[in-house]
């Protein structure tokens, strides 16, 4: 599991990681769950001059080497490739959900590799019995220092404000009120 903040290189070294797998005749696929992602990640193989096929929805599958899967049609695919030699997961923090741990499952003999900006889920389960050993990435404020990731300015609400007063729905304040305190 390589846990790396936004910014920090996840996706191009997992380019570098199925490039390496191709050059030496092995299958890969990366995973995502949206279709932004999906896109965004294509971008990002042609910039890397990496030729991929595209397993999703309304796409036409090839027999390349390097696969960028949705992993919502992967799922419902399983028996129609080949098993490859390594998986990249992308938001590996979802990993736990069925549909990622069907094709790990089913491809069992893969290579597997997370990548995460955020290693914690919220439920609290682990991710220990997919991930062996957890790799941590350089640091927000390193990428910044070194000019890879410009600095910001935060703000937020200052502690003192009285919130008594705005009104709540399940549990989130009315934004209008909200605004206006």
């Not at 069992?108 to 955020?118: E, F, S």
């Amino acid at each position: 599991l390589l846990q790396a903040p936004t910014g920090a290189g996840k996706t191009a070294l997992a380019c570098h990681m199925m490039a390496t797998a191709a050059s030496r005749g092995l299958s890969s696929f990366f995973l995502v769950h949206q279709n932004e992602l999906l896109n965004q990640t294509s971008k990002s193989l042609w910039h890397n001059k990496l030729q991929h096929g595209l397993i999703a929805s309304g796409r036409s599958t090839t027999d390349s080497l390097v696969q960028l899967a949705s992993i919502q049609t992967l799922k419902n695919r399983l028996d129609h490739f080949d098993p490859p030699s390594l998986i990249i997961i992308d938001e590996s923090h979802r990993a736990l959900a069925k549909t990622y741990q069907d094709i790990v499952a089913k491809y069992n003999k893969a290579k597997v590799v997370g990548l995460t900006d955020t290693p914690r889920r919220t439920d609290g389960k682990g991710l220990g019995h997919l991930f062996e050993d957890i790799i941590h990435g350089p640091s927000i404020r390193y990428l910044i220092d070194a000019g890879f990731l410009c600095d910001y300015e935060l703000f937020g609400v200052p502690p003192a404000v009285d919130t008594s007063s705005i009104k709540t729905t399940r549990g989130d304040y009315d934004a209008k009120e909200a605004a206006e305190v």
